[in-house]
């Protein structure tokens, strides 16, 4: 016959001399040896870091945009985009990724790559258009809006090589780029072909956020480890492209981003097309 000792629950004496009984998780928690304390929910610094410096960028962009100043606004997209791309990088490469900081960085993706860039193609030249300017910076804020609400879904769930639709970045770099580009050239914003040429530009922006286009992600490429010397070779040649006409450069480059998903979805579709006539052929 088994013996089964009972365990005294201790009372604890307060400072007024009184004794109160111990509740009830306090005598579960000591006897499965687990600590009830509060446990310290802090924020990792270092990735938070880039991404508030990420959100100022966008916000200072606001501001500039509304104090007609557009060449420094676009050139805070810009910073926001290195910012956005480094925070990532950090928290990988520390191993500080949280939910946290996923929420916070797609909260700052929307206000500078949704608000900003739209606010400034507004106050640039789409105001001129009336209701037809507030509509398209319209499409592109919900493009942008809509195209985060879905990455944050599918994580975990798409192939990490590709972006299902033009990352939000991309296309607050491709407004800013243009509009970095009609100021630093002085292009005569009363034209009224200039600010038809926008509401395209951002129309095709907003609503290819929302595609099905893949777009490259540059995510399978780990910098920690080596890569051949044409690569550094390459990465130089960057450089001084960009530094020799950064507007005439950036825009282009964004352009040829932008345009590469459709290009991508026209080769796999003649690809295709050819491997199927071809099975058929093999098949007879």
Known sequence: MSIFRRRKLRSSRGLSGKTTPLRKSDWMARDTGEDTRPRNRGVYLLPNAFTTANLFCGFFAIVQSMNQRFEIAAIAIFIALVMDGMDGRVARMTNTQSAFGEQYDSLTDMVSFGVAPALIAYEWVLKDL????????????????????????????????????????????????????????????????????????????????VSNALFYSGKALDVRYRAPFGVMILIILGFVLVSSDPPVALFGLFVAYALSGYVFWLWQKIFLRKKKASDMLSNN
């Open 130 to 209: 009336g209701k037809w300017g507030w509509l398209a910076a319209f499409v592109f804020c919900a493009g942008a809006a809509l195209r985060l609400a879905r990455f944050n879904t599918n994580i975990g769930t798409v192939d990490k090589r590709f972006f299902q639709g033009l990352p939000s970045p991309a296309a607050a770099s491709l407004i800013a780029g243009f509009v970095w580009l009609a100021v630093d050239n002085k292009l005569p914003v009363q034209e009224l072909a200039l600010p038809w040429v926008t509401f395209c530009l951002t129309i095709y922006a907003g609503i290819t956020m």
